[in-house]
């Protein structure tokens, strides 16, 4: 969603998996299965992973900010360290954000697993790949519209159950919030 309204409004696009697969390489779906026969192991190797790609997109968005630029990040931001870390970026540069926050209305397994499948043109960059990690992770989540830190007025959900294909309502918000 984040790369198709990009050239719309004009702002740079920025996603924390593409950066992750710069900075870590992208494992094949055998090399996945094989990092995750030891979960305690892959959980914190990802983890570790997770927060040096946070650091990266951070600076991304700091430095764009310093430039003068607006910017669109794709990514989850499921703790309120990670929610709290760019707000404070974002009151450094007295800029305006505005969080889409993507949902699935109805989370059911089979849809979830559905997505995990998908090999996105063999860019294998998920954090989690089969439904034992996704409820490993799902349990540590703190959503941004539940833990305060992002101001309600600047949070819009989208229900992703199905495709998204009008973004107006989505570019009303950014542009006129």
């Known amino acids: 969603m984040g790369r198709r309204l990009a050239p719309k409004l004009g702002i740079h696009y920025c996603d924390i998996d593409e950066l992750r697969a710069v900075a870590f390489g992208i494992?094949?779906?055998?090399?996945?299965a094989r990092i995750w026969q030891n979960p305690t192991e892959a959980t914190q190797r990802t983890h570790e992973n997770m927060i040096l790609a946070y650091r990266l997109l951070h600076e991304v968005a700091n430095l764009t900010l310093e430039a003068g630029k607006s910017l669109i990040i794709s990514a989850t931001y499921a703790s309120k360290t990670?929610?709290?870390?760019?707000?404070?970026?974002?009151?450094?540069?007295?800029a305006l954000v505005r969080?889409?926050?993507?949902?699935?209305?109805?989370?059911?397994?089979?849809?979830?697993?559905?997505?995990?499948?998908?090999?996105?043109?063999?860019?294998?960059?998920?954090g989690t790949g089969t439904w034992?990690?996704?409820?490993?992770?799902?349990?540590?989540?703190?959503w941004p519209?539940?833990?305060?830190?992002?101001?309600?007025?600047n949070l819009?959900?989208?229900n992703t159950t199905f495709p998204v294909d009008d973004l107006g309502p989505i570019?009303?918000?950014v542009l006129n919030s």
């Not at 709290?84 to 007295?94: A, C, G, S, W, Y």
């Open 27 to 32: 494992p094949t779906h055998e090399e996945y």
């Open 82 to 94: 990670s929610q709290e870390f760019l707000m404070r970026i974002v009151q450094k540069h007295d």
């Open 99 to 126: 969080f889409i926050l993507c949902r699935i209305d109805h989370e059911t397994r089979g849809e979830l697993e559905r997505r995990m499948r998908r090999d996105d043109e063999k860019k294998f960059i998920h």
């Open 132 to 142: 034992s990690d996704y409820e490993r992770v799902r349990s540590r989540y703190q």
């Open 145 to 153: 519209h539940e833990s305060g830190v992002i101001p309600s007025a």
């Open 156 to 158: 819009y959900m989208v």
């Open 171 to 173: 570019m009303e918000f």
